[in-house]
């Protein structure tokens, strides 16, 4: 069975905002995904070759299995690697670092001398590492949606809000070019095995910072994120730059930080699809889910309470508001549209 209905929908003509940038020519989804997989990559390496020669760093590490002092490579060596060179136990169940007392994403490289430590889900106080499975989970249901229909309908991320543990979901702002998708359970749990099947790929979080002019560019296909680089840029400490994540091919802007790898997924369920009442645009759909990580286990009853719970519209910043990608918190209640 398809993951979605056989609607017979032609493309609409988006309102050109920034008639600069955003691009006249229309790619298909597979198309985007490549060239924004390009310009990581080569941006990615660029990066890498500003480090002419070698300098290392040291790391003081406090934690189990014992305290101790690694040198690393600057700019080059990540948490992870300073994990690795312990135990693989601990490389393969750390969430999260902390570097000098700041969150840290795994595989983000070290660029100084150093404090370090791990988070893990069965911390005393998993509150951050918590918000960083949640914000993932956000992440990896965007690259879900832009690769479970097929290739004429051409799907354009909008945004994600900060993650909020207690309002039961993950979400992801979407416009499907569909005014009206009401999927059926079975539907949900095919494009819920999407994002199932990346806990065995194993796909690593990279995280890279570029100029707004570099992000422009990547995301000069997706009017929304067009239409948000410049506000996002201008929280930047540099005032010019964006973070960019990647995990497998699916590249996406936030604050982060992210989860060490798609590995630590363990449950992934998309739950329930709302239309929204916004001025963005009349195909807008708020996406919902719920996942759990490989490290903590409920029987299934309690995670069906969970997921049913999961349904109910998430009061999350409406797409529109103000810039919403992952940078504040919710202001104002969503607005559900009746689905037919």
């Known amino acids: 069975m ?3 209905k056989l609607t017979c929908l032609c493309f609409r003509n988006f309102p050109i905002a920034h008639k600069r940038f955003f691009s006249t ?4 989804n597979a198309e985007v995904r490549r060239k924004r997989n390009d310009l990581f990559e080569a941006e990615k390496q660029r990066q890498l070759s500003l480090y002419e020669r070698i300098e290392k760093v040291e790391v003081q590490y406090t934690g189990l299995p014992e305290s101790c002092t690694l040198i690393m490579n600057k700019g080059i060596s990540t948490p992870y690697n300073c994990a690795m060179h312990m135990t693989e136990h601990i490389g393969n169940q750390a969430v999260l670092a902390l570097v000098n007392g700041k969150l840290w994403d795994m595989h983000r490289p070290l660029m100084e001398d150093c404090q370090l430590s791990f988070l893990h889900f069965r911390d005393e106080d998993p509150r951050m590492v918590n918000k960083a499975f949640w914000r993932s989970c956000s992440f990896i249901l965007g690259g879900v949606l832009e690769t479970a229909f097929k290739e004429e309908f051409y799907i354009q991320l909008c945004s994600f809000p ?23 359970s079975v539907e949900l749990r095919c494009i819920s095995q999407i994002g199932s099947r990346l806990k065995e790929k194993d796909c690593k979080f990279e ?15 997706n009017k ?14 540099s005032l010019n730059h964006v973070t960019v994540y990647r995990a497998g091919e699916h590249i996406d802007i936030s604050r982060g930080p992210m989860i060490s790898t798609t590995a630590l997924l363990n449950r ?4 329930a699809v709302h239309k929204l009442d916004t001025s963005l645009s009349n195909t807008m759909y708020r996406v919902q889910g719920i996942g759990m990580p490989t490290q903590l286990q409920l029987h299934y009853w309690t995670y069906e309470q969970l997921v049913n719970r999961s349904k109910k519209l998430n009061p999350a910043l409406m797409p529109g508001t103000e810039t919403q990608t992952d940078i504040l918190e919710s202001t104002e209640p969503a607005k559900q549209q009746a689905v037919d």
């Open 2 to 4: 398809h993951a979605r």
């Open 25 to 28: 020519r229309k790619l298909s």
């Open 162 to 184: 900060k993650p909020d543990v207690r309002s039961g979901s993950f979400v992801y702002d979407v416009d499907l070019d569909m005014s009206h998708w009401s999927p059926s």
């Open 207 to 221: 995280r890279l910072d570029m100029t707004i002019e570099k992000a422009e560019e990547m995301f000069t296909d």
């Open 224 to 237: 929304y994120k067009l239409q948000q680089i410049p506000s996002i840029a201008s929280k930047s400490e």
């Open 268 to 271: 992934f369920d998309i739950s």
